[in-house]
């Protein structure tokens, strides 16, 4: 006679895991400019429900975001994390010591940001002998793309397309810096674009200036952003392009 009885799954949980690693690389694929629920669940075959309970683990866990207002998922900060413990692809160790010889020669604190999401976060810091006291960048901290000098040099000089979903996106959390507007960080790109860099003059944190320049990968997608930042009276002017010029020497940026 034939058994027919059913063997109990030798690892509970197990379908759950893989269902929540499907759904964390459908986020991944859309991070760039958001994954919504219904697309999510959708391309995975998921029902709505099931997506979101899922979804609402992984957040909890750092391993994605979501955004209450835009209603968006993105990836979370704890894969940054648990990527930078493979120091081999690490953009951090491929540009630290480059930070070191602009902040040597600047004598100005360095920082590097990628972007993550709609936001930029900072993934080194390097202190030159100009310190700035009253400013602390951690590694780590996060700001929405277009706050600060590197983050705004990250999609300055993107397609418009793409920079202006970025900048919409972003309008509301804007108002949280300095209360910065949308069109304040048009008319900083344009600048931008013109200069071929980015200059932030007391507008983000009063009384420091910041120099950003976007740094390109081999197929010439921005990879990231190297921004020396020091008191104003350290900035002026005619220091603005050398300091510019100085970060794109040491990155090999042309």
Known sequence: MKNTK?????????????????????????????????????????????????????????????????????????????????N??????????????????????????????????????????YPIRALTLDVGAMRPLGIGAGSLALIAFLPQKEREEIIALNTYRYKLFNQVS???????????????????????WPGVTSVGVPVPGPNHDIIAAITVTTISSRMPRNRQEKVAETIKRNAGVI
């Open 6 to 86: 059913k063997h109990p799954n030798p690892n509970p949980g197990t379908q759950s895991i893989q269902r929540a690693i499907t759904l964390l690389r459908a986020v991944a694929k859309r991070d760039k400019n958001g994954a919504r629920l219904s697309n999510l669940a959708r391309e995975v075959n998921l029902h709505p429900a099931t997506a979101r309970r899922l979804l609402s683990v992984l957040s909890a866990e750092g391993l994605t975001s979501f955004d209450s207002v835009s209603k968006l998922y993105n990836l979370g900060i704890t894969l940054y994390h648990l990527g930078s413990a493979a």
């Open 182 to 204: 949308a069109e304040i960080i048009r008319e900083l790109v344009q600048k931008s674009q013109k200069r071929g860099y980015v200059v932030s003059e007391g507008l983000f």
């Open 88 to 129: 081999q692809f690490s953009i951090r160790e491929q540009f630290h010591g480059i930070l070191k010889s602009i902040a040597e020669e600047t004598e100005d604190t360095v920082f590097l940001v990628i972007r993550f999401g709609h936001d930029s976060m900072c993934i080194d810091r390097i202190e030159g002998r």
